[in-house]
């Protein structure tokens, strides 16, 4: 037979009272369970805020946690000011995932509680992403000051002085901290931590060995300290380096990051023989082991050491000459250096069934035309078409070749091919109405634009290249305006459509509002040739002359080499306004 929801609360009351809860008021005990009460007589008013949180203890076993987030709601109704009952409310919020009211519950805790630690803990756990870095400082400070040996604040703290570049305030936290936690390893490495960013490598040393006395086994510390070895050539730090690299292979033997870099120092040590066995050993589990290359893209790639990334990809590639990934990222890493002819090389190895084969073949064409070979690109790019006649950014880029060279019916062409098995791509869609403007067929670019709008009304792109082309030709103002405005909410940052913005409202007449926007669209743009020039237009219009001088001279400063016909212009508005002065 089961137990009654009262059977349980009566055992479990006098329990509650010994452990917890001598902050919640107990006004009556409880004698039948919230569901029974009517009839038994006993008045919801006459149960305490004890009845309610046992309650929604019982919930919470049972995981009915919108029933325990009644009983919670209920207790506090009888003890508002109750701490735990808000901090255990919040919990289960979060736990049903709704952050937003968790956090308003967060906030008037605090208010409430500006001295509990635990409050201010969880407040900052849920404003971590959004509370500016003033505040977040200020909260983690008072935590400091509440309770000065919170170890998680301290290492909070610090790691955001470190993110922001604060170091002074960072070393001064985190000398403070070894002098509270001396025997606490985590302290030694973050002062370690700082001490390199402040190029302090004795100091670093220091703090790292000390870490390593107290937790033998770290590996991290010692990465640091192959990095402090690797400053000076010498031949005694060469020979530290290698030490501590076996280190940690003795810690962890399949530790991936110190594997390639022990290889790496062979080679770069002219232990060459060593160097070529460990780079075989390593490159023949690529293929099993994944992850070991996702190490070596991390270190060397990301990290930005591509010369290393070279090295270190050409060498696995010895044991496995055919495998995509590795040649992909030694392709990756010389396109970095602007070595272009030996990424190509490395990028043409790779297998149609890879991942990343679509993005090689965009790539590679891209490249052809950086080294000059543009006729060797779109021979290339072609030849893929044919080979993939459905795929999309194939099509898109191709035509985009075909763009650049004015063979606009070429490119129209292509895409409206593409169109005939993907009606409904806007990628395409909107690419084919840029194009059909550029060759002039303004008509049909309009359409194709509204197409796209009707297809997916919140296409920013779309909206703009509409509203502005309406304004460009100074029709349609009203209409234009809205497109443009639609856009704009959309995409409220973005310098293109603010200028669209700035331009609609220069040519209805109203230069105020025009310069407004497209002074920020200036700003946003860094000046960019065609937006400065439309500003200086509406400085002139303003009657801001020496404002329009300066701002059509520093279009001109932005323009490029193929604006010759906008350079053309603004070389007329320089020499018209200076003949004026």
Known sequence: MKKSLISILLILIPVFFLTSCT?????????????????????????????????????????????????????LEKDPDSFILTRDLIRLYLRQNDDKTALELAEELVEKNPDNVD?????????????????????????LLLDPKNQETFLRLGK???????????????????????????????????????????????QFLKAIELEPDLVEPRFQLIKIYSIKNTK????????????????????HRALLGMALHYYRTNMKKEAQSLFMELGQDVESDSRLVMVAFDE????????????????LLKADPENSTLNFFTGMAYEAIDDFKNAISYYLKINPDHAQYKKTILSIAYLYKQVGEEETALNFLEN??????????IITYLASFYEKDTHYEKAISLLKKGLEDSPENTSLLFKLGAVQDKAGLKEDSINTMKKVIEIDPKDASALNYLGYTYADQGIKLDE?????????????????IIDSLGWVYYQQGNYEKAVEYLEKAAEITSFETIISDHLGDAYHKANQLEKALNTYKKALSNAKEEDKKIVTELKKKIEALEKNK
């Open 23 to 75: 902050e919640l008021k107990q006004n009556q005990k409880p004698s039948e369970s919230h569901g029974d009460q009517k009839k038994i007589g006993v008045e919801e008013n006459n149960l305490s805020a004890n009845y309610y949180f046992l309650e929604s203890r019982i919930h919470i076993k049972d995981k009915a946690y919108q029933k325990a987030i009644f009983s919670l709601k209920k207790a």
């Open 236 to 255: 005694e730090n060469k020979k530290k380096i290698l030490e501590t690299y076996k280190e940690i292979l003795e810690i962890e033997p399949d530790n």
């Open 300 to 315: 060397y790639i990301s990290g930005k050491k591509y010369k290393d990334a070279i090295i270190v990809f050409s060498q």
């Open 119 to 143: 409050g201010l803990l969880l407040f900052i756990q849920l404003k971590k992403d959004t509370i500016d870095e003033k505040k977040m400082v200020e909260t983690l400070n008072r935590i």
């Open 480 to 496: 234009a305006l809205l497109l443009i405005k639609r856009a704009y909410e959309i995409r409220p940052d973005d310098g293109y």
């Open 160 to 206: 955001l002085y470190m993110e922001t570049k604060n170091t002074a305030e960072a070393l001064i936290l985190f000398k403070k901290m070894v002098e509270q936690f001396p025997d606490y390893y985590v302290a030694w490495f973050y002062l370690g931590e700082v001490y390199m960013t402040e190029n302090q490598y004795a100091l670093a040393k220091t």
């Open 384 to 393: 893929k078409y044919k080979a993939f006649p459905k795929d999309i950014d």
